[in-house]
Structure formats: structure tokens, C-alpha cells
């Protein structure tokens, strides 16, 4: 099991930036999990952002983050990272990060995620 803990969360103006991160309990994630970054608004289901391998050479996103977004990791540090950039008034929500023991997939389902974190909350004001 991999303990994940995300902060950079918070109120950002439309066009604006956030840096969230993800550190992962270090003993299980180097070079070992695939890790994805999902959302949830009030009212909607969890839905996926990004998903990086656990090499971090493969990556996807959700179409309507493409080029805004980035995902990326340091496993030398055990922490993920989801750089949003040109945030827009429908990304917020609550950003959890997720863990799981397939090495190559990018998966978008959060059913293939074996571990969360807490998550942490996105607001973007007009």
C-alpha cells in the first residue's frame, strides 16, 4: 500500500497557475507505480487529468487540459507533480492523486487505482 499526501491546492483568478503536489510514501513508489491525478466537482463523478507511467515516459491527459496541463515526477523525491496553467472557471474541484502497481499504463479509470490521497481543493474564480 502507498500513503499519498497532495497540498498546492487553493483560489486561483481565471488564468492563473497552480503547482500540485503528491509525495508518496518513498519505500513502494520508486520506478514501481504508475500514478494519475483525478477531479471531482460537486454533484459530478471523479474524473480523470493525468496519469504518468512509473518511469515517467509515458504520460495522458484529459482533452480538455491538453497543453495546459503538466504532469511529471521526481522519483528520487517520491512526489508528483500536476503544474495547471491557464486554469479556467470549469477545472475546479478537489485533485486527488492516486497509485497503481501497473508500471507502464497511463489508465483514465479510477478503478484500475489501488491507493488515494486525501485530496485537495482547486478553486478558480472569474
Known amino acids: 500500500q502507498v500513503q499519498l499526501v497532495e497540498s498546492g491546492g487553493g483560489l486561483v483568478q481565471a488564468g492563473g497557475s497552480l503547482r500540485l503536489s503528491c509525495a508518496a510514501s518513498r519505500g513502494t513508489f520508486v520506478g514501481s507505480y504508475s500514478m494519475g491525478w483525478f477531479r471531482q466537482a460537486p454533484g459530478k463523478e471523479r474524473e480523470f487529468v493525468a496519469a504518468?507511467?512509473?518511469?515517467?515516459?509515458?504520460?495522458a491527459y484529459l482533452n480538455s487540459v491538453k497543453g495546459r496541463f503538466i504532469i511529471s515526477r521526481d522519483n528520487a523525491k517520491a512526489t508528483v507533480y500536476l503544474q495547471m496553467n491557464s486554469l479556467k472557471v470549469e477545472d475546479p474541484g478537489v485533485y486527488y492523486c492516486?497509485?497503481?502497481?501497473?508500471?507502464?499504463?497511463?489508465?483514465?479509470?479510477?478503478?484500475?487505482?489501488?491507493?488515494w490521497g486525501q485530496g485537495t481543493q482547486v478553486a478558480v474564480s472569474s
Open positions: 492516486a497509485a497503481t502497481p501497473s508500471r507502464s499504463r497511463c489508465s483514465r479509470s479510477p478503478t484500475d487505482y489501488d491507493d
Open positions: 504518468i507511467s512509473a518511469s515517467g515516459a509515458r504520460n
